[in-house]
């Protein structure tokens, strides 16, 4: 990473509330071909998230804790704030001062540039601010939030919007938070009304939403040179799993979460 970080532009693209099951099924199924043909293996890579809810899992990513392999380790992090006697800090590790990956990144020339989506990300008032206001700029809208069937799509225009206006030397960290996959994602299921609700065919049929049009995006990120991107879920959520619902608790369905990283190339 210390080869990638000033080389390279950046994007973290969370799909928030994103099951690793879901994720795995429909990879498996052919029904992700764009997200697919950038995963390595065309699959999913089984991870740890490192907080059970939005807020907390942002402010440890942010901190470089991006979610764990699920498996023993130690695992060597790509990111992380010097800290003496740190395990998973090593010669491949891009290791900053700053207090977090955000800053530490600006320091080093880029424009980060945060691209919200869940109300932690909506700026309005103190608490939807504290996330955002680590970035030099920072969008959100009605458009982009859960209640939006198209949010995004919209999000995905705002980021192509980021990339036109940004000079050619400019390096760019794009975070972009994607709420689509948040309930309530009903909208995203042809005949699924309201009353029906939310489940995991629901869940399934917004990341399909979402995988539609992922390649505006990554086709935006790597336009001006090669793009690192790291893809995953900030946690899962439950949908009835051994009688629980939702997140912020400690459910498999919630700690296990699918996440990737690989280069996107810019087009010839």
Request: charge should be negative; hydrophobic fraction near 40%; charged fraction near 20%.
């Amino acid at each position: 990473m210390n080869e990638v970080v000033g080389r390279d532009d950046l994007l973290l693209l969370t799909l928030d509330t994103l099951r690793y099951d879901v994720a795995i099924e429909l990879a498996a199924s052919g029904r992700l071909p764009n997200l697919a043909a950038h995963l390595p293996g065309g699959t999913w890579e089984k991870r740890h998230a490192p907080g059970s809810f939005t807020y907390a899992s942002h402010q440890a990513m942010f901190a470089g804790f991006l979610p764990t392999p699920a498996q023993p380790g130690p695992h060597p992090r790509l990111f992380a704030a010097r800290f003496a006697g740190s395990e998973t800090t090593t010669d491949g590790t891009y290791v900053f001062d700053a207090p977090n990956l955000v800053s530490a990144l600006a320091d080093r020339g880029y424009r980060t540039v945060c691209v919200g989506g869940v109300g932690f990300f909506n700026k309005r008032g103190a608490l939807g601010d504290v996330l955002p206001g680590l970035f030099q700029e920072s969008h959100w809208e009605p458009e982009f939030s859960v209640a939006s069937p198209t949010s995004f799509e919209a999000q995905v225009a705002c980021a192509e919007k980021v990339v036109a206006e940004l000079p050619q030397q400019q390096k760019l960290f794009l975070f972009l938070n994607a709420s689509a996959l948040h309930q309530p994602n009903w909208f995203h299921l042809p005949g699924a009304t309201r009353e029906t609700g939310d489940s995991r065919r629901t869940h399934a049929a917004a990341l399909e939403y979402i995988d539609r049009h992922v390649g505006r995006l990554f086709s935006a990120m790597s336009s001006r040179r090669r793009c690192f991107a790291v893809v995953c879920s900030d946690h899962g959520t439950a949908y009835g799993d051994d009688g629980y619902s939702g997140h912020r608790l400690g459910h498999e369905s919630v700690w296990t979460v699918p996440y990737s990283h690989f280069f996107l190339e810019p087009s010839a």
